[in-house]
């Protein structure tokens, strides 16, 4: 099957980076989705459906990580099957998936601007605040708490080696919060003077760890040893169903070439070159995750995900998880 042309560019972009983080790759991804349902010329369900499925499963291996990826998807998936069981029209279920994804697009939309008004809550006059990467859902709380008259300063790491710090700087700075630009090896340095580490999630496991840009969990251990508080931020459609069944979230390794060019590496000999893209945070290292329905411990990630899945028993689950599966076959 071949995606409409702006369905492919958009997971072409996913691919590239030239769109990134959890949030604007589960959009862009469910948009892709939303234009195959809308452009497609089947002249069945079975065929429609099966169109959905294969670009879902294209979309799906754009990049490992982001749990919000799978997570979009299966928003719209589900919802579809589901029409399909119960004997909608073809006409029907295409709106059905038109309706669904444009839901979940909108959602991520509310789902930063509340988690901006409840992180604001936290963040006090005076503060200084580190964070990594670029998140979204980070800039929203600093930029809620500063329009709301808040002041506070922001530490932001480099991020090494695709430098999304310095697009975090950037909006930051953007909004007139004073910004401090710091290599990812200096975090331990200027932990004192931090009071709150703020970071973003491609993915919650069920059990609180937190998946995010590799070298988050340098970052929460300095900030451990130092006695600063760690808060996530992560919409609760990046927590990770699978994990509730024993399933490991899939860790990115990216080019080598991220790291160090072809031409710099020969001169070295015959060195080896790893690049994963994001680690995990045992949730020992994380005080709070902040989600759109409120703040928790990362402990409460069973309850999200309960509540998500409204499923309880991880023989339930799996049954959730095989019917997916052949769902999206
Ligand atoms: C981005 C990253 C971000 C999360 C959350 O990694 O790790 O912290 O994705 O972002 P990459 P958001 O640049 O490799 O995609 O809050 O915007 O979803």
């Known amino acids: 099957m071949t995606l409409p042309a702006q369905a492919s560019r958009i997971a072409e972009d996913i691919r590239s980076m030239r769109v990134r983080g959890a949030r604007l790759i589960a959009r862009s991804a469910v948009e892709a989705l939303q234009i195959v349902a809308r452009n497609?010329?089947?002249?069945?369900?079975?065929?429609?459906?099966?169109?959905?499925a294969s670009a879902a499963r294209f979309?799906?291996?754009?990049?490992?990580?982001?749990v919000s990826l799978p997570n979009g998807i299966r928003f719209v998936?589900?919802?579809v099957n589901r029409a399909k069981e119960g004997g909608a029209s073809l006409e029907t279920i295409r709106a059905t998936a038109v309706k669904a994804a444009q839901e979940f697009i909108d959602n991520t939309d509310t789902a930063i601007q509340r988690i901006g008004e409840i992180g604001a809550r936290r963040i006090r006059d005076g503060d200084v605040l580190l964070t990594h990467c670029n998140s979204s859902a980070v800039i929203s709380i600093m930029k809620t708490a500063w329009n709301q008259g808040t002041k506070f300063e922001v530490y932001v790491t480099e991020t090494r080696p695709r430098f999304q710090g310095r697009i975090t700087a950037?909006?930051?700075?953007?909004?007139?919060?004073?910004?401090?630009l710091i290599l990812d090896d200096a975090v331990r340095y200027f932990m004192h003077d931090v009071d709150k580490v703020l970071v973003g999630a491609d993915a919650v496991t069920a059990n609180g760890a937190l998946v995010n840009k590799i070298g988050?969990?340098?970052?929460?251990l300095a900030a451990h040893e130092a006695n600063v508080r760690v808060f996530a931020a992560a919409e609760t459609y990046k927590f990770s169903p699978e994990t509730m069944i024993g399933e490991l979230v899939t860790i990115e390794e990216r080019d080598p070439?991220?790291?160090?060019?072809s031409h710099e590496l020969r001169p070295l000999g015959a060195v080896k070159v790893r690049n994963p893209s994001f680690d995990v945070t045992p949730p020992e290292f994380i005080d709070l995750i902040i989600t759109e329905q409120g703040i928790m411990p990362p402990l409460g990630a069973m309850l999200i995900l309960e509540d998500i899945l409204g499923v309880i028993t991880p023989e339930e689950l799996q049954e959730y998880q095989t019917k997916t599966l052949q769902e999206q076959d």
């Open 257 to 261: 070439s991220e790291v160090i060019s």
């Open 59 to 66: 979309l799906l291996q754009t990049r490992p990580t982001a």
């Open 40 to 52: 497609s010329s089947a002249g069945d369900i079975t065929t429609f459906v099966a169109e959905l």
């Open 77 to 79: 998936m589900h919802r």
């Open 170 to 180: 950037k909006a930051l700075a953007g909004i007139g919060i004073p910004v401090t």
């Open 216 to 220: 988050t969990s340098l970052l929460a």
